[in-house]
């Protein structure tokens, strides 16, 4: 969810929740997003604010606008979020954990089995 406390802005936010809707099928190809009003009223924050995190979304593909009638999910949009965030996102992850593994004098092997154990953990769990 948006967290007015997160020093990200809240635009960025609303991007970044709106792909995880796509990510989790919520959200599907061609299908229309919430509004910037609809967005404005869900989350209580100004429209303008929301319009700016669709915005982002459009400039990178991941919607389109249809004139008068709204924005749309791209064909290609989950395929564009995946790649943006492995990326992006993960690779800036990984690197946090290999040095904070490397700080505990964790070794190679062992940071990789507890990477599989969380990995069945949320298999099971998300089942």
């Not at 924050?45 to 709204?70: C, D, F, Q, S, W």
């Not at 992850?93 to 062992?110: F, G, P, T, W």
């Amino acid at each position: 969810m948006i967290s007015l406390d997160s020093s990200k802005p809240i635009y960025v936010q609303i991007a970044e929740w709106l792909e995880t809707e796509i990510l989790r099928d919520r959200l599907k190809k061609d299908e229309k997003v919430y509004s910037q009003y609809q967005l404005a009223e869900m989350f209580t924050i100004n429209p303008a604010t929301a319009a700016k995190g669709l915005t982002i979304l459009v400039n990178e593909e991941i919607l389109y606008k249809k004139r008068g009638l709204g924005m749309f999910v791209t064909k290609e949009a989950k395929k564009i979020i995946q790649n943006k965030r492995k990326t992006n996102l993960l690779e800036e992850k990984v690197i946090d954990l290999v040095n904070e593994a490397n700080y505990l004098e964790i070794n190679e092997q062992s940071l990789i089995d507890m990477i599989k154990k969380a990995n069945e953990e949320i298999r099971k769990e998300s089942k």
